[in-house]
């Protein structure tokens, strides 16, 4: 185990029986000595940077707690996915205040998970939308390739660095300023509404950035849209980082973000963008951000939301790769 990873609070006990439950298919990477993973998921639990107060941070453990209520049997394919191999990484250890340290451990500990595990596909569970640049800038630098981004988000996340810091509304902006990125290799799908001031307009059109809207998207459907968006990264970028701001949801769908908006996507427009994106073999990672489970409703709308779609996209890949 990373030294920048500490096993997580939440752990099941597992049971291996007919009907097996997400939380009995999932297996903590730290009760087997070695092991080949078609996925591993790392929690990522920091939400000090949040520009909204938010629990993020507390979110790994709720995703982990939700993995009692899903089976491994997807009913809309008739398939079962239990022999995808998928491991818990734990969490990254975070400093208690220090938001540049907790970004340089994300970055540590992402750098050893890709060491450990160079083929799988990598699941990281935020914490907050500014986890997304140490993940990325982890990645870039491993493997030295060009890396897109498709970033399903209700806002651009291009905010000014030196205003606003390391914050969840500068990701993309770091990893574009930082030349880790290009523009063009970035796709933003769920844009709409009064959420994106004119100044991080021009700041998209400036860096080239690829806006969009979630009329549009739903005008195109979910299988044309990301088969357009693939298509365009395929001829440019070596590897897909798909990167899910909760917030891009409705905030009917999405009490549990802090961030969410009326007009936004709905849960079943996002399952099916993620089972779209399942099929293509070069989208190499993966980020759920910005829930905040204290903020959530009782019945646990959000966390739930987060774990079908997550399940969606892993089934996807089961299917088609
Ligand atoms: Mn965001």
């Given at each position: 185990m990373s030294d920048f990873l500490v096993k997580p609070a939440t752990t099941w006990n597992r049971v291996e029986g007919q009907d097996l439950k997400v939380k009995d298919w999932?297996?903590?990477?730290?009760?087997?000595?070695a092991a080949t993973w078609d996925v591993v998921i790392t929690g990522v639990p920091l939400s000090r940077s949040s520009i909204s107060a938010s629990a993020a941070s507390e979110f790994p453990e709720a995703f982990r707690r939700s993995w009692s209520l899903f089976s491994t049997y997807y009913f809309d394919e008739h398939?079962?996915?239990?022999?995808l191999r998928v491991a818990d990484l734990g969490d990254v250890k975070m400093h208690g205040t220090d938001i540049v340290r907790c970004h340089a451990n994300i970055e540590a500990a992402m750098v050893d998970v890709l060491k450990a595990h160079p083929d799988s596909c990598y699941v990281s569970i935020g914490?907050?939308?500014?986890?997304t640049a140490p993940v990325i800038r982890a990645l870039a630098m491993e493997t030295g390739k060009r890396i897109g981004i498709l970033q399903f988000d209700t806002h651009l996340d291009l905010r000014d660095v030196q205003e606003h810091g390391p914050s969840n509304g500068t990701p993309i902006r770091q990893l574009l300023d930082g030349g880790?990125?290009?523009?063009?290799d970035v796709y933003n799908i769920g844009l709409h509404g009064f959420y994106n001031a004119p100044t991080l307009i021009e700041a998209a059109r400036h860096y080239g950035v690829n806006m969009i809207s979630l009329k549009e998207c739903r005008r195109n459907g979910a299988t044309r849209q990301i088969a357009d968006v693939m298509a365009a990264l395929g001829e440019k970028v070596d590897f897909v980082y798909v990167t899910v701001?909760?917030?891009?949801?409705?905030i009917a769908y999405a009490p549990g973000v802090p961030a969410s908006t009326p007009g936004g996507m709905r849960t079943d427009e996002l399952f099916d963008l993620l089972f779209e994106v399942g099929k293509y073999d070069f989208v190499r990672a993966v980020d759920f951000v910005c829930i905040d489970p204290h903020r959530d409703t009782q019945a646990q709308t959000t966390v739930k939301a987060v774990t079908y779609a997550f399940l969606t996209m892993m089934v996807s890949r089961y299917i088609h790769l």
């Open positions: 999932i297996v903590p990477s730290w009760e087997v000595s398939v079962d996915f239990r022999s914490g907050d939308h500014s986890i880790i990125v290009r523009g063009e701001d909760m917030d891009v949801l409705d």
